[in-house]
């Protein structure tokens, strides 16, 4: 089944939204934990309004004769307070007074100056709550005079109805003040990160669904930015693959063409073959001489024919893993690549008895025999090839030979198929299929050195 586009979120539930409302939200939020000593402050300021009004109506009582006013002037004083009586003390005297005929009970006390900012904010929030008002009896000492304490009887109706209307005030501007920020928040975020985003993760679909569409690349935008280094590293990603798709997709073309001519080409090979094996019967001398090239070519394409069918068509390699015994296995392969008598190539087999590692032994004979072949080949028989484990994590299996070591041209391509062979009619293939191999059992096969004292490979596989 094929797979189904990624569609692109809605705008309701895309990545801007979600940080406009997050911002609204947490503007609001601070604009809550603003608000509550700010309202505490509003109470206590408006009941000093009225102390110091209460102040300014007892000095006018003092300025006139016997502080004596009219009912009608005390009624105008008590309104200008807001007050059902006012009183002022001086050295702990009460010298003037000014109320009403009978003053209503009171209902709670209230002493500006004493309480600490918790129970101030507590006080305006029950103050607020409370829909049946009552009467306040509130003392302090006066805005305008340190020396001068003063007392008022207060509803406590209108400075609920003062908190209810600042409050309201303060909401409808953080509501504004929160949605103006957000907003701006918002669009800096949509243009500065989240178009960029969907233009990235856009991109990132596109190439998914159709990895050849060039037309539809995102060129990365020069961001210094981690937007910018995430479209960078995409774009760098996106090449190489769609580089290693057109390779792959090639060596499927030729695997295609080969696997076609293989039948024609090999039944071709083998005619060549019985003629060069006629013609070596042959008694003309210049005919002896020449056939062994001749035989040697077709062996050669015979040989590199039947390597390339056998590599395109072995497909994912599959382990049967149990426990091995290295020592044993690197005798085999010395068995499998024995020089013949007399020739002059040594083999150290340094690895203990006590070894063992958890491998499929076919395919790490394999491997092992495909790394030993090419340093049998590169010293010609002449030199020494040393097995030998790496104290680490895991089996780091070294495998060290004294050969002319390899050319620096044929280094970049050692592991690739066909690319990594320096001899005269080499496949190129051993290499390339030791290292799947290795990475088959979640190992590593790498080139550590190489020079004109010799080669070491170092094969890594999990213990």
Known sequence: MAPVPTAMPPAARSLSARLLILTALFVMLAEVLIYLPSISRFRVVWLEERLSAAHLALLAVDATPDAMVSDDLKRELLGHVGARAVALKREGRRMLMLSEDMPPAVDRQVELGQDGAIVLIADALAAMTRERGGLMRVAGLSPRDSATHVEALLEEAPLRAAMLDYSWRILTLSVAISLMTAALVYVSLLVGIARPMRRLTESMIGFRLSPEDQARALAPSGRPDEIGVAEREFARMRDELRAALHQKTRLAAVGIA??????????????????????????????????????????????????????????????????????????????????????????????????????????????????????????????????????????????????????????????????????????????????????????????????????????????
């Open 258 to 463: 080969v696997a076609k001519i293989g039948h024609d080409l090999g039944n071709i090979l083998a005619t060549a073959q019985l003629v060069s094996d006629r013609l070596a019967e042959s008694a003309d001398p210049e005919v002896k001489r020449v056939a062994p090239r001749l035989i040697g070519a077709v062996d050669r394409a015979i040989q590199l024919t039947e390597a390339t069918l056998r590599y395109g068509s072995e497909g994912e390699i599959r382990l049967v893993r149990a426990p091995v015994a290295l020592r044993a296995l690197i005798e085999e392969v010395r068995a499998a690549l024995a020089p013949p008598s007399g020739e002059a190539l040594r083999w150290r087999n340094d690895i203990p008895e006590e070894a063992i590692v958890l491998a499929d032994r076919s395919q790490l004979f394999r491997a092992l025999f495909n790394i030993a072949n090419n340093a049998v080949q590169a010293m010609g028989q002449r030199g020494e090839l040393r097995f030998a484990l790496r104290a680490g994590e895991g089996v780091a299996l070294e495998i060290a030979d004294t050969g002319p070591g390899i050319p620096a041209a044929l280094r970049e391509g050692l592991f690739k198929p066909f690319g990594g062979s320096g001899r005269t009619g080499g496949h190129g293939l051993g290499l390339s299929i030791a290292q799947d191999i290795a990475r088959a059992h979640g190992g590593e096969l790498a080139l550590v050195r190489t020079g004109p004292e010799g080669s070491l490979f170092r094969l890594d596989l999990p213990s």
